[in-house]
């Protein structure tokens, strides 16, 4: 038993340690919810965040997820829930348009 808590620890520290490996390349996260999408964490321009609206508010989402991270010094966003892939599409092709320097020194969300 006094081995558990050590042990219990150790995961704990351990599973902590990787969700901060696994967001440190992460650039935003927008989540859908009908007709109101919000920033969770990250910086995205203002703008940009006003064109992912629009593609989202153009066919109607019940709940969703946008994510974007950075992949070979390129912004890849992975879309989550009931977006169609065309919408994952034109939201892809939205982001692609902004350079990865003006996506990361946007304002911070307020």
Do not use: C, T
Request: proline share 7%.
């Amino acid at each position: 038993m006094p081995l558990a808590v050590p042990l219990a620890l150790l995961l704990l520290a351990a599973l902590v340690l990787a969700i901060g490996i696994a967001r440190a390349n992460e650039l935003f996260y927008v989540r859908v919810q009908g007709r109101h999408v919000r920033l969770l964490r990250g910086r995205l321009p203002q703008r940009l965040l006003d064109d992912i609206v629009d593609v989202l508010r153009a066919e109607p989402v019940d709940r969703g997820a946008v994510r974007a991270v950075v992949e070979d010094r390129r912004a890849r966003v992975y879309v989550d829930g009931d977006i169609s892939p065309e919408q994952g599409q034109r939201i892809r092709n939205v982001v692609s348009m902004w350079p990865l320097a003006k996506i990361r020194n946007a304002p911070p969300r307020r």
